[in-house]
């Protein structure tokens, strides 16, 4: 398969306009040369990624800032490139019109070239080459995908880079998307290819590009765009080595990446940063990597101040210009390029109006993805808008002829807006689209509890992924606690399902997209379920539907998930037990901070402990009298957030008395109380005389009683045991002493009969 590239070619500005367009900024460069006799070239690279549709009141406002900074540069000096999703994760206006407006928005700013995305491959590998791109053309620039290759070869699937000349300085782009792809977008779909390593393939282009064989085209300075980025950008605390110490794919870029490429441009991950980063093998020489983080917030600026004769790159300064806030009818009348974006935006809008604009539900409040440091969207985190659209999913899905659903489960990464309450909490069709803006298929199929437990493990991304941390949405039957210490495998410590503990032989019907049915966003587990029901309804109408139904939908801001530590399982009645729990709050708007939370047994209330930033400490004793398989209850508030713990209750052990005789020693024939002392109360007992039966009591409620036991003339002369037991096989024991059996002297004034007894007694030797 051959790709044409196309060579654009630009003129020479005047040195007093580039020094004017690039104010000094943070900037490392290698020496200057002697070489370097003229004046140099400026080079201006303009930079966007993950645009996704933005079509809407911003539109224009995103092109006057594009084209603001081509006319300071000068546009003849300048490239407009793109590090992917461009398309696709769309609003309303872009999504509802198969992102056509965008497409022609993007050829009207003359977009010369952008990697692809992985949401270019959303619908598939073919869409891209023969929708997006087009034959005859549509995407007008060049999209490129260096690490995409035909199945089981090396051969490139699609143009891997574009060459343009700018005042005769030959710029090389090399395009690549992140090696996550083939996880993060329906496996059919791209069944025709295989996605490689990034690095990889742009070290390889960037060799060719510069071996000195002109039939492979050639290129004076190199710059990268990467699909693919930091974790964690400057904005929300990250530095250049703080992502580098997460040691994934961003690390491979910034280590790996050919010392021949002058720019890295990266993205996938949102983020905002401009930074530094060192060149492999080049002491003290860096080369600029940014992202603008996304939805066109921002415009990625990079100067290179490149030496005309040995063209070689001499200095470079980096940064990201905020979209600006000039009103629309001064960008409109001062930039021809924006006048066609404004009528294109304006034509989508209104087509989208016709059915975007209708009323389809009401919130009572905000209902959002998960927020960090002010910014939406942390993946990493539980969210009402995840939970809900789960219970929408469970629901929507519970009748027999849709698979009966009984638990729904929503992956982060398909949240892309939210249902904010406005002035009278009115969601539209188009706002309810934009928050499941892909279209997929929804599908039920049967997991194990085990399986069900293996996804959850999931949560955690392999290392190389760009994201260590997926929270998924759940529906509100489903609870879990965790341990983020455990080992891979082990961080989910229990489940409970409609209340009970999950049983990991027994099969739940999921309901959920065919995203991550497929196995996407490495949730793999997916992917060895049964009974696999396509149920062919949309996601978009079955979440309408739900908010339609349900109307007001007010947030749940109860937690699915908990982090325990030192879980109890084995538990002793009467016996202390202590434990932390954290990550009570969610961090969705609107979300309360917990104050306190309640512990029962199986209704039992054990405690009310203090919460403080989303954690407390459970200690109390486990009730006397509870015995056998019990359920421990914490109840945070006031976000009723949940956590079900399933207990295992030994009898506490019966306190051991003493056994007291009185008197201890006592002929034969003769009786002797046996006082109990210091036992449990109400504590059945038996005892015994030599191991055999005498009679069994009950305690009083003071833990004492006392039995009379009456000795048998025959009984043998000696010691004996009279010993009292429990019937848990608790027992104690104290000696008694039998003499002869013997009649005594009943006295002078004895009566008859007790005098004759005693007559009888001395004539057949038992008198004493």
Same mark, same amino acid.
């Given at each position: 398969?051959?790709?044409?590239?196309?060579?654009?070619?630009?003129?020479?500005?005047?040195?007093?306009?580039?020094?004017?367009?690039?104010?000094?900024?943070?900037?490392?460069?290698?020496?200057?040369?002697?070489?370097?006799?003229?004046?140099?070239?400026?080079?201006?690279?303009?930079?966007?990624?993950?645009?996704?549709?933005?079509?809407?009141?911003?539109?224009?406002?995103?092109?006057?800032?594009?084209?603001?900074?081509?006319?300071?540069?000068?546009?003849?000096?300048?490239?407009?490139?793109?590090?992917?999703?461009?398309?696709?994760?769309?609003?309303?206006?872009?999504?509802?019109?198969?992102?056509?407006?965008?497409?022609?928005?993007?050829?009207?700013?003359?977009?010369?070239?952008?990697?692809?995305?992985?949401?270019?491959?959303?619908?598939?590998?073919?869409?891209?080459?023969?929708?997006?791109?087009?034959?005859?053309?549509?995407?007008?620039?060049?999209?490129?995908?260096?690490?995409?290759?035909?199945?089981?070869?090396?051969?490139?699937?699609?143009?891997?880079?574009?060459?343009?000349?700018?005042?005769?300085?030959?710029?090389?782009?090399?395009?690549?998307?992140?090696?996550?792809?083939?996880?993060?977008?329906?496996?059919?779909?791209?069944?025709?290819?295989?996605?490689?390593?990034?690095?990889?393939?742009?070290?390889?282009?960037?060799?060719?590009?510069?071996?000195?064989?002109?039939?492979?085209?050639?290129?004076?300075?190199?710059?990268?765009?990467?699909?693919?980025?930091?974790?964690?950008?400057?904005?929300?605390?990250?530095?250049?080595?703080?992502?580098?110490?997460?040691?994934?794919?961003?690390?491979?870029?910034?280590?790996?990446?050919?010392?021949?490429?002058?720019?890295?441009?990266?993205?996938?991950?949102?983020?905002?940063?401009?930074?530094?980063?060192?060149?492999?093998?080049?002491?003290?020489?860096?080369?600029?990597?940014?992202?603008?983080?996304?939805?066109?917030?921002?415009?990625?600026?990079?100067?290179?101040?490149?030496?005309?004769?040995?063209?070689?790159?001499?200095?470079?300064?980096?940064?990201?210009?905020?979209?600006?806030?000039?009103?629309?009818?001064?960008?409109?009348?001062?930039?021809?390029?924006?006048?066609?974006?404004? #009528? !294109?935006?304006? $034509? =989508?809008? +209104?087509?989208?109006?016709?059915?975007?604009?209708? &009323?389809? %539900?009401?919130?009572?409040?905000?209902?959002?993805?998960?927020?960090?440091?002010?910014?939406?969207?942390?993946?990493?985190?539980?969210?009402?808008?995840?939970?809900?659209?789960?219970?929408?999913?469970?629901?929507?899905?519970?009748?027999?002829?849709?698979?009966?659903?009984?638990?729904?489960?929503?992956?982060?990464?398909?949240?892309?807006?939210?249902?904010?309450?406005?002035?009278?909490?009115?969601?539209?069709?188009?706002?309810?689209?934009?928050?499941?803006?892909?279209?997929?298929?929804?599908?039920?199929?049967?997991?194990?509890?085990?399986?069900?437990?293996?996804?959850?493990?999931?949560?955690?991304?392999?290392?190389?992924?760009?994201?260590?941390?997926?929270?998924?949405?759940?529906?509100?039957?489903?609870?879990? #606690? !965790?341990?983020? $210490? =455990?080992? +891979?495998?082990?961080?989910?410590?229990?489940?409970? &399902?409609? %209340?009970?503990?999950?049983?990991?032989?027994?099969?739940?019907?999921?309901?959920?997209?065919?995203?991550?049915?497929?196995?996407?966003?490495?949730?793999?587990?997916?992917?060895?379920?049964?009974?696999?029901?396509?149920?062919?309804?949309?996601?978009?109408?079955?979440?309408?539907?739900?908010?339609?139904?349900?109307?007001?939908?007010?947030?749940?801001?109860?937690?699915?998930?908990?982090?325990?530590?030192?879980?109890?399982?084995?538990?002793?009645?009467?016996?202390?037990?202590?434990?932390?729990?954290?990550?009570?709050?969610?961090?969705?708007?609107?979300?309360?901070?917990?104050?306190?939370?309640?512990?029962?047994?199986?209704?039992?209330?054990?405690?009310?402990?203090?919460?403080?930033?989303?954690?407390?400490?459970?200690?109390?004793?486990?009730?006397?009298?509870?015995?056998?398989?019990?359920?421990?209850?914490? &109840?945070?508030?006031?976000?009723?957030?949940?956590?079900?713990?399933?207990?295992?209750?030994?009898?506490?052990?019966?306190?051991?008395?003493?056994?007291?005789?009185?008197?201890?020693?006592?002929?034969?024939?003769?009786?002797?109380?046996?006082?109990?002392?210091?036992?449990?109360?109400?504590?059945?007992?038996?005892?015994?005389?030599?191991?055999?039966?005498?009679?069994?009591?009950?305690?009083?409620?003071?833990?004492?009683?006392?039995?009379?036991?009456?000795?048998?003339?025959?009984?043998?002369?000696?010691?004996?045991?009279?010993?009292?037991?429990?019937?848990?096989?608790?027992?104690?024991?104290?000696?008694?002493?039998?003499?002869?059996?013997?009649?005594?002297?009943?006295?002078?004034?004895?009566?008859?009969?007790?005098?004759?007894?005693?007559?009888?007694?001395?004539?057949?030797?038992?008198?004493?």
């Amino acid at each position: 398969m051959k790709f044409t590239r196309r060579a654009l070619t630009v003129g020479l500005t005047t040195a007093a306009l580039l020094a004017a367009s690039f104010p000094a900024v943070a900037q490392a460069a290698p020496p200057v040369t002697e070489a370097a006799a003229v004046a140099p070239t400026v080079v201006n690279l303009f930079n966007i990624n993950d645009f996704h549709g933005r079509i809407d009141a911003n539109t224009v406002k995103w092109a006057g800032t594009v084209e603001g900074l081509r006319a300071s540069a000068g546009e003849s000096n300048s490239l407009f490139l793109a590090a992917g999703d461009n398309v696709s994760a769309s609003l309303f206006a872009s999504a509802s019109q198969n992102d056509q407006p965008t497409i022609d928005v993007l050829n009207a700013l003359g977009l010369n070239a952008s990697s692809d995305g992985n949401h270019e491959f959303d619908k598939g590998y073919d869409d891209l080459i023969n929708r997006i791109i087009g034959n005859p053309r549509n995407a007008e620039w060049d999209y490129l995908g260096a690490n995409v290759y035909l199945k089981g070869t090396s051969t490139p699937a699609q143009q891997e880079y574009s060459i343009f000349t700018v005042d005769g300085i030959k710029i090389g782009v090399i395009g690549a998307v992140t090696a996550e792809t083939p996880s993060l977008v329906s496996p059919g779909g791209i069944t025709q290819i295989d996605i490689g390593d990034p690095v990889a393939a742009v070290n390889r282009v960037a060799d060719q590009l510069t071996d000195g064989n002109t039939a492979n085209g050639e290129a004076d300075v190199l710059v990268a765009e990467y699909h693919e980025g930091a974790t964690v950008g400057s904005d929300v605390g990250g530095t250049l080595a703080s992502n580098l110490a997460i040691n994934g794919p961003f690390t491979s870029i910034v280590n790996n990446t050919s010392a021949k490429v002058s720019v890295l441009f990266t993205g996938h991950t949102h983020q905002l940063y401009a930074w530094d980063a060192p060149v492999p093998g080049q002491a003290g020489v860096t080369r600029p990597v940014l992202q603008t983080g996304s939805y066109g917030s921002n415009i990625g600026d990079v100067a290179l101040s490149i030496d005309p004769t040995t063209k070689k790159v001499l200095s470079y300064t980096a940064k990201n210009v905020p979209r600006v806030t000039t009103d629309d009818a001064t960008l409109v009348a001062t930039y021809p390029r924006v006048a066609q974006v404004k #009528t !294109i935006t304006d $034509a =989508a809008l +209104a087509q989208a109006a016709v059915i975007g604009n209708k &009323v389809v %539900g009401h919130v009572g409040a905000d209902i959002t993805t998960a927020y960090l440091n002010g910014t939406r969207d942390d993946r990493g985190s539980e969210s009402t808008l995840g939970n809900l659209v789960a219970n929408a999913l469970r629901d929507g899905l519970s009748s027999a002829d849709r698979g009966g659903a009984q638990i729904g489960v929503v992956n982060p990464g398909g949240l892309r807006a939210e249902l904010l309450y406005g002035t009278d909490g009115s969601v539209t069709y188009a706002q309810a689209n934009a928050v499941l803006p892909f279209v997929n298929n929804l599908w039920t199929l049967s997991l194990t509890g085990a399986q069900f437990k293996a996804v959850l493990e999931q949560m955690w991304q392999p290392a190389t992924a760009s994201r260590p941390f997926l929270d998924l949405g759940l529906s509100d039957n489903v609870s879990y #606690t !965790i341990d983020p $210490a =455990a080992a +891979a495998g082990s961080h989910i410590t229990s489940i409970t &399902v409609d %209340g009970k503990p999950i049983d990991p032989s027994a099969s739940y019907r999921i309901g959920t997209f065919s995203f991550l049915g497929t196995g996407g966003d490495n949730f793999t587990e997916f992917t060895k379920a049964t009974d696999v029901k396509d149920t062919g309804l949309l996601d978009r109408d079955v979440w309408i539907d739900y908010l339609t139904a349900k109307s007001p939908v007010d947030p749940s801001f109860a937690r699915r998930g908990v982090v325990v530590t030192g879980l109890p399982g084995d538990v002793t009645a009467g016996s202390p037990v202590s434990f932390g729990v954290s990550k009570l709050d969610l961090t969705s708007l609107g979300s309360p901070a917990n104050a306190s939370v309640t512990a029962t047994i199986d209704g039992q209330n054990v405690g009310t402990y203090p919460v403080t930033s989303g954690a407390a400490t459970i200690a109390f004793t486990v009730p006397d009298r509870l015995v056998g398989a019990k359920t421990l209850t914490l &109840v945070a508030s006031p976000s009723k957030t949940t956590v079900t713990i399933a207990l295992n209750v030994a009898k506490k052990p019966t306190a051991k008395g003493t056994v007291v005789l009185d008197p201890a020693t006592v002929r034969a024939g003769g009786t002797v109380d046996v006082k109990l002392a210091a036992w449990d109360p109400a504590t059945k007992l038996a005892v015994t005389l030599d191991g055999k039966k005498v009679k069994s009591v009950i305690t009083d409620q003071k833990g004492a009683a006392t039995v009379q036991l009456n000795l048998s003339r025959g009984v043998k002369v000696g010691a004996h045991r009279v010993t009292a037991t429990t019937p848990d096989a608790v027992s104690t024991s104290a000696t008694l002493t039998v003499t002869r059996f013997c009649v005594p002297y009943p006295g002078k004034k004895a009566a008859p009969g007790p005098y004759l007894q005693w007559l009888i007694a001395v004539i057949l030797g038992h008198a004493c």
